[in-house]
C-alpha cells in the first residue's frame, strides 16, 4: 500500500474532528501509561488549570491538554503551530512576532502598541510571559501544554481575558534517562534536541536539554537570491530539584534561548493595473513575479532581518505546613528583540535609507514577578488557593522609518507596569456528589509611558496633535474579577457543570508611530467581560470514550481592537480602538476514543459566533463607499466612518475542527512494532481586517497530515517516523493585510511554512 493510500485510511477511521489528549504524566512531567490503562482505555489526564495538580475531568474549565508526545508526533515544534491540534486556538501572523497574536474562541489582540497587552496570556513553567511576542522561540522538551478556553483572570491574571496557554517543561527523574531527536525535511530543516536527567544524590535531581536548529527559507528574494522566512534557533534549559527535608522542596529552572532569521517577508496577493506604493510604480519590483495565492516571491533591496534572545531564570519552594503547602515563585526575564524591514517592499529607495532597509526598531524587555500561595490538601470537602502576585514589568522600544518620505518616523519610548493582587478560590462539597467552587481576585495596576519623538516634522504634521519632543503618561487601575461554578457528579466518570466569569484586560498606552499628548492622557479603557459557561464531561464504556462539552456566551465592554485609519496621502495609521460591545457565542465537542489498545481516535470541534455588536463611527477601509458616511453630516470633505454592528471580528472562523487517528501495528517476530498516524484539520472562511474590507477574506480550508514508522516494543528504544505536512499541497494565509502606501486594491498576504507540503523524517532514541 502506498504511503498516500495509508494516510488516507488511518483519516477515514476517524469518526469526527480531532486532535491529541495529554496522558497522565509520571515525575518528570512526562507521559505515562499503566499496564491496566494500556489495555482497558483512555489514561487520566493530569493538569495544573487551577494552580493544582487535578484529574482534567474534575475541572469546570474548559481545557485542551497536549503531551509532549502528541507535540513531537504531529510536528508542533512553535506556539504558532498549535492552532492545528487546537480549535478554539487561532493566530493572527504578523510580519514580526510582536505583531502575532494568539486569539480563543474569536478572541485576541493585534497591536503595535508595547503597552497592550494581550488577550491570552502565556505561561511557562508558572512565569507569565511580558511580551506574548516571547512566546514564538520554539518549543523544546515539553511535558505538556494546557489551552484553557475562556476568563482565567482569577488565577492567572489581568491579560487572560479570553484564556490562557499554560506550558509545563519535562522535570528531573528518579533513574537516569536522556533522548536525543533528530529531523530533517524536504524543505530543508534540519533540528536536534536532546535531554539527560536524573539523580545527583539523595534528594537531588537534575535535568539538562537543548535543541539547534536551522531551517532555509520558503520565500524566495529574486533580486539578490536570498531565502526569507527561514529560522536559525537554539536553546537549553537546566532544571536542578532538591528536597533538603520531607516537608521542603526547590525546583530552580534556567533557559535561555536565540533565534534569528532574514525576516517574515509578505508576499504580493494582488497587483491592480498602475499599482504603486508610495507614489513609485510597483512593476519593476514585479518583474518574474505572479501575484496570487500561490505565490511565494518577492523581490526586496536587501534581506529583512529579526533576531530574539531571551533569558528566564525562575525558582519555586514549596514548604509543607501540615495544613497546607506554602509555595513561592520567584521570576526573572530578559527579552531583547530587534528587527530591520524594507517597508516600502520594493526594489526602489522609496523611503531614502542607504542599503534598502527602511524601518528598523529594538525592544528591550525585562519583569521580575514573585507569587505567593497557599494550597490545601486535595482530599477534603474544603479545598482552597490563596495567594499574592506582585510583578513589575517595563519594555523600551525604539522605532526609525526613513529618513525621508512621506512616513519618517525616529521615536523611542518606555511602557512600565506594576501590578499588585490578591486572589482565593475555594471548593466547597456541598454533597459527595455536589460541589461548588468560587474565586476571587483584587488587582491594582499603576503604568506609565514615556514617548520621544526625535522626528518633529514627521507625517502626520507637527502640530498640537503630534509630540514634538517628549510625551509622558501615568494612570492606575484596581478593580475586582471574580467566577463561580457549579458541578454535579452524576457518576463516578460523568460531571456536568456551569460557570460564570467577570472578566477584565487593563487600560494601556497606544505607543506607537502617532503617539501625541491625547495618548498620553487618556490611555486605552480597560475590556471587561461577563462569560457564561456550561458543560459536560464525561467517560465511558470502560474508559474507552471521553467526551466533554462545553457551551458558551461571553459579553465584552471596550473591547481593545487595532485598526488602520487611511491618511489624505493613502498611508495607512495604525491605532487601538475600544470597540463599544462584542459578543462571542458557541460550543465545543471533544471526543477521544480507545476502542482496541492499538487504535486511538482524538477529536475536536469547535464552533463559534463572534460578533461585534455595538462599533458606531469606525473607521472606513481603502476606498469604501458602500456603508461609508461624514459622521457628522457636514459633507463630503469631513472624516468618513461606518457602523461596524453586526460584523464578525477579524479571523474568527465560525467552524473549525480537527480529526486524527494512530493505529499500532504489532510485529511480535520483530524487535519493533509498527504505527500510521494521520490528522486533519479544517476552518471555514475568515476576513483578516476588523473594518471588514471585503479583499482580505480568506476561504474555508482543510489540511491533512500524517505519518508512518517503528516504534520499538520496550519503553524508550528508538522511533522512526517518515511524515507528511499538508500532504495535497492546499494553500491558506496566516494574515492578509493592504499593502501601506500602495494602490487601491494592492494586497500582501502572510503565507506560514505548513501551507505548502514537505515531507520529513524524525528519529528519536530514548533509553
Known amino acids: 500500500m502506498t504511503l498516500h493510500k495509508l494516510l488516507l485510511s488511518a483519516t477515514a477511521i476517524a469518526l469526527v474532528p480531532g486532535f491529541a489528549f495529554a496522558q497522565n504524566a509520571g515525575q518528570d512531567g512526562s507521559p505515562q501509561t499503566s499496564a491496566e490503562e494500556a489495555n482497558t482505555g483512555l489514561a487520566e489526564i493530569i493538569v495544573t488549570a487551577q494552580k493544582r495538580e487535578q484529574n482534567m475531568q474534575d475541572v469546570a474549565v474548559a481545557v485542551t491538554a497536549l503531551s509532549g508526545e502528541a507535540l513531537t508526533n504531529r510536528n508542533v515544534s512553535t506556539v504558532a503551530d498549535l492552532p492545528r491540534l487546537a480549535p478554539s486556538l487561532t493566530l493572527t501572523q504578523g510580519n514580526v512576532p510582536t505583531n502575532n497574536s494568539l486569539n480563543l474562541r474569536g478572541i485576541g489582540t493585534v497591536s503595535f502598541s508595547t503597552a497592550i497587552e494581550p488577550s491570552v496570556a502565556v505561561i511557562v513553567d508558572d512565569v507569565p510571559l511580558l511580551q506574548q511576542a516571547q512566546a514564538f522561540s520554539g518549543l523544546s522538551d515539553i511535558a505538556r501544554i494546557e489551552v484553557l478556553r475562556g476568563p482565567q483572570g482569577t488565577l492567572f491574571g489581568k491579560n487572560a481575558s479570553a484564556g ?44 539538562v536539554n537543548g535543541f539547534y536548529a536551522d531551517r532555509k527559507g520558503y520565500i524566495r528574494n529574486l533580486e539578490d537570491g536570498s531565502r526569507l522566512n527561514n529560522d536559525k534557533s537554539y536553546g537549553v534549559r537546566g532544571r536542578l530539584e532538591f528536597e533538603p527535608s520531607d516537608t521542603l522542596k526547590f525546583d530552580v529552572i534556567a533557559s535561555h534561548t536565540v533565534s534569528e532569521s532574514n525576516g517574515f517577508a509578505r508576499t504580493y496577493r494582488a497587483t491592480p493595473a498602475g499599482a504603486a506604493i508610495f507614489g513609485t510604480p510597483l512593476a519593476p519590483s514585479l518583474v518574474g513575479i505572479t501575484p496570487g495565492e500561490d505565490n511565494y516571491s518577492v523581490r526586496l533591496n536587501r534581506p529583512l532581518f529579526n533576531k530574539s534572545k531571551q533569558t528566564t531564570v525562575s525558582g519555586r519552594a514549596t514548604l509543607d505546613l501540615g495544613f497546607a503547602d506554602l509555595v513561592s515563585v520567584t521570576s526573572y526575564q530578559d527579552w531583547a528583540f530587534r528587527f530591520e524591514e524594507d517597508f516600502d517592499y520594493t526594489i526602489s529607495n522609496v523611503l531614502g535609507l542607504p542599503g534598502g532597509i527602511n524601518a528598523n526598531s529594538t525592544y528591550a524587555a525585562s519583569m521580575f514577578t514573585q507569587e505567593l500561595r497557599l494550597v490545601s490538601p486535595s482530599k477534603s470537602d474544603f479545598t482552597y488557593v490563596v495567594g499574592l502576585f506582585y510583578a513589575d514589568g517595563k519594555t523600551d522600544r525604539s522605532f526609525a522609518r526613513g529618513p525621508s518620505g512621506p512616513v519618517v518616523a525616529n521615536w523611542t519610548s518606555r511602557s512600565a507596569t506594576q501590578s499588585y493582587a490578591g486572589f482565593a478560590q475555594a471548593t466547597y462539597s456541598l454533597t459527595d456528589t455536589t460541589h461548588v467552587d468560587a474565586g476571587i481576585r483584587l488587582n491594582h495596576e499603576e503604568i506609565s509611558a514615556r514617548f520621544i519623538n526625535n522626528a518633529p516634522n514627521a507625517n502626520p504634521p507637527a502640530n498640537n496633535l503630534t509630540c514634538l519632543a517628549l510625551c509622558t503618561g501615568a494612570a492606575s487601575d484596581t478593580v475586582v474579577t471574580w467566577k463561580t461554578s457549579l458541578r454535579q457528579d452524576l457518576s463516578d466518570a460523568v460531571m456536568v457543570y456551569a460557570s460564570f466569569a467577570r472578566g477584565y484586560k487593563g487600560q494601556g498606552f497606544d505607543i506607537s508611530t502617532g503617539f501625541n499628548p491625547r495618548r498620553a492622557a487618556t490611555p486605552v479603557r480597560p475590556e471587561t467581560s461577563d ?109 468618513r466612518g461606518q457602523d461596524l454592528a453586526g460584523k464578525r471580528l477579524p479571523n474568527a472562523p465560525r467552524l473549525k475542527f480537527n480529526v486524527g487517528g494512530n493505529y499500532d501495528i504489532l510485529l511480535p517476530s520483530l524487535p519493533f512494532d509498527g504505527f500510521i498516524q494521520a490528522d486533519v484539520s479544517y476552518q471555514s472562511s475568515v476576513n483578516f481586517d476588523l473594518l471588514a474590507n471585503p479583499l482580505l477574506v480568506q476561504k474555508a480550508y482543510a489540511v491533512v497530515n500524517g505519518s508512518i514508522g517503528i516504534d520499538q516494543n520496550d ?45 520529513g523524517v524524525r528519529a528519536r532514541y530514548e533509553f
Open 164 to 207: 490562557a496557554v499554560n506550558i509545563v517543561s519535562r522535570g528531573a527523574t528518579d533513574e537516569l534517562t536522556g533522548a536525543i531527536t533528530g529531523t530533517a525535511t524536504t524543505d530543508d530543516e534540519l533540528r536536534v534536541e536532546g535531554s539527560i536527567a536524573g539523580p545527583l544524590g539523595s534528594g537531588v535531581g537534575f535535568r
Open 531 to 639: 462569560a457564561f459557561e456550561a458543560g459536560i464531561k464525561s467517560r465511558f464504556l470502560d474508559n474507552k470514550v471521553q467526551f466533554n462539552l462545553s457551551a458558551f456566551w461571553s459579553n465584552f465592554r471596550d473591547f481593545q481592537a487595532q485598526s488602520g485609519q487611511v491618511l489624505p496621502d493613502n498611508t495607512i495609521e495604525l491605532t487601538l480602538n475600544n470597540v463599544g460591545r462584542v459578543r462571542t457565542r458557541g460550543f465545543e465537542i471533544e471526543l477521544s476514543a480507545r476502542p482496541i489498545p492499538t487504535l486511538t481516535l482524538d477529536s475536536a470541534l469547535s464552533f463559534t459566533d463572534t460578533r461585534i455588536m455595538s462599533f458606531p463611527g469606525a473607521q472606513c477601509y481603502a476606498a469604501q463607499t458602500v456603508g461609508c458616511f461624514d459622521l457628522d453630516g457636514a459633507g463630503p470633505s469631513t472624516v
Open 715 to 759: 519503553r524508550g528504544g528508538l522511533r522512526v517516523a517518515l511524515y507528511v505536512n499538508n500532504l495535497f499541497d492546499k494553500r491558506y494565509v496566516s494574515n492578509m493585510a493592504v499593502s501601506p502606501g500602495g494602490s487601491v486594491g494592492l494586497l500582501q498576504q502572510a503565507l506560514d511554512r505548513n501551507s505548502r507540503r514537505y515531507f
